[in-house]
């Protein structure tokens, strides 16, 4: 069972014109880009429209997984990455998330997987 109440989110990707990502979950992703606040607009590449019943879980894995992408200056969820290696970590961590002994803790600004 989810710690978090975030059952109806959805993950979203969405990138600017720089090519810096934004990972994240929201209820409502194609507005919530709109109200970012990163100074810069983004756009929305890729929506998981699969209902999770952990999306903070997934996303916090994913934050986790793409430590090493951040750009800079270091933002938690901006990353100078590939298209491809964020679906693919998407894709991992919704496997990682539907199994009972794997958790992320938040330590400050950095996240890390038990």
């Known amino acids: 069972m989810s710690v ?23 209820v409502r992703p194609e507005t919530r880009i709109y109200g970012l606040g990163y100074g810069r607009p983004f756009r929305l590449v890729r929506v998981w429209r699969r209902p999770l019943q952990d999306a903070m879980r997934v996303e916090m894995m994913c934050h986790a997984m793409l430590v090493r992408f951040r750009s800079e200056p270091p933002k938690r969820e901006l990353y100078k990455t590939s298209m491809r290696r964020i679906v693919s970590t998407v894709a991992l961590a919704y496997k990682m998330a539907e199994r009972e002994d794997y958790f992320v803790l938040k330590k400050g600004s950095a996240f890390a997987l038990y």
Not at 4 to 26: C, E, M, N, R, T
């Open 4 to 26: 978090f109440p975030s059952a109806q989110d959805h993950l979203y990707l969405a990138v600017d014109a720089g090519g810096i990502f934004k990972l994240g979950s929201s």
